[in-house]
């Protein structure tokens, strides 16, 4: 396939709440695209990477750069190529993974989108909708955290993530658990906000019967993961920490989990997000697909990673009503705690024009 040109855009969704985690608050979604043009379709990828390196090392800023310098000469330079052929161009940059995929993304979907073939058949996807969960920010009280909570119950999600930091964890765990009793499928994701002097109190969490407790400990400290899952019942779930099918097998190896949060997004696309699921399921270790905030582009490709047989627990993939009042494309809605895999070729979905363009702050392309 011959890519004409890449198009770079950035553009601003305002979030319908302010979002706190253990490492800030965002009040607005500002989402790095990658339009890949084609003379018969054109492919787009979102990257998740967010304005500032607090989450991962990676930025917004820093992906623009890398993708405008390197990654895209680098796919555009044979003249031809396809999504298989890109992660080998760009293999000798190191990291960048959010960067990475969002480029290999955009030549996947105008591939798919020109074959007439589904994301979600390509990738092995085996049902037509998947159940979704609502991650819930850090409050200023439990009173607005439980208010918060019945509100996405009533909006029909099954599964309920509560973020947590130190000074934020036992007592809004425990008043959700108490309030909406034993039966609401509950977890916690704490983004790395605690070390190895927290162990003991993490086993605290224990009563609260959680799903699993979401990343506690730094993306390179595998070892404390592991010693929690020695001391503690709920089930540890790694994300930052997992970048690879390379990393996913070391954890595994090391037993620094037993549910992966794999992101598309953090891990160069979805080929080597699709790599990870096959390793998990060799190993039994149940897989859930992880949100980054993501537009309905990102949405519908996360939808359809998420009918892969591996993905057998709620994901992170909400409403674009839970973040956005106005999303890039048609809203994806969530039924029943359930949501639709799209059907339609490639992501199988398109940006409204008006919205793209209303909401684009700045765009460049980028040609060989
Ligand atoms: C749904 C969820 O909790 N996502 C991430 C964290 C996260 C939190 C806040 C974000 C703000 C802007 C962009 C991406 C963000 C990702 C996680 O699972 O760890
Ligand atoms: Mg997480």
């Known amino acids: 396939m011959k890519i004409t040109g890449i198009e770079l855009r950035l553009v601003d969704l305002p979030l319908v709440t302010p979002f706190q985690t253990s490492f800030g608050v965002e009040l607005s979604r500002h989402a790095l695209l990658v339009r890949a043009a084609t003379d018969d379709a054109e492919g787009w ?32 330079a044979p003249g031809r190529v396809t999504a298989a052929g890109v992660a080998p161009l760009v293999d000798k940059f190191k990291g960048h993974r959010m960067a ?9 979907d105008a591939e798919l989108r020109i074959a007439g ?6 990738l092995g996807g085996v049902r037509p909708a998947v159940p979704v969960g609502v991650s819930v920010g850090i409050t ?25 930091q130190p000074g934020w964890d036992l007592e809004p765990t425990r008043a959700v658990r108490e309030h909406f009793g034993d039966d609401l499928m509950l977890q916690v994701d704490a983004n790395t906000a605690y070390g190895p002097a927290d162990l003991p109190h993490l086993v605290k969490l224990d009563p609260f019967d959680l799903l699993l407790i979401e990343q506690p400990f730094d993306e390179e400290d ?36 037993d549910i992966v949060n794999i992101k598309p997004g953090r891990v160069g696309g979805f080929l080597e997000a699709r790599r990870i699921h096959d390793v998990c399921v060799a190993h039994g270790v149940p897989v859930w697909c992880g949100g980054m ?43 029943g705690g359930m949501m639709a895999v799209p059907t339609g070729p490639g992501i199988g979905i398109d940006p409204d024009p008006q919205a793209l363009s209303e909401l684009t702050t700045w765009s460049e392309w980028v040609t060989a």
């Open 45 to 76: 990828g979102e990257c998740v990477a967010i304005d500032d390196p607090v989450y991962s090392s990676e930025y917004a800023g820093g992906a623009i750069d890398v993708l405008k310098r390197f990654l895209i000469p680098a796919v555009l």
């Open 100 to 108: 990475k995929a969002a480029l290999e993304t955009a030549v996947l």
């Open 117 to 122: 073939l589904p994301l979600s058949g390509y």
């Open 140 to 164: 200023d009280t439990i009173e607005k955290l439980l208010d918060n909570v019945q509100g996405y119950l009533d909006e029909g999600y099954g599964r309920i993530k509560l973020k947590i």
């Open 222 to 257: 595998l070892r404390t993961h592991t010693r929690l899952r020695e001391m503690s019942t709920t089930p540890v779930c790694l994300d930052e920490s997992i970048l690879s099918a390379r990393s996913t097998v070391d954890a595994l190896a090391i037993g620094a989990c």
């Open 293 to 335: 905030l993501e537009t309905g582009l990102g949405r519908a490709a996360n939808l359809a990673l998420a009918a892969l047989p591996g993905f057998t627990l709620p994901g992170d993939i909400s409403s674009s009503a839970r973040y956005f009042d106005r999303d890039l494309t048609e809203p994806f809605v969530a039924e």
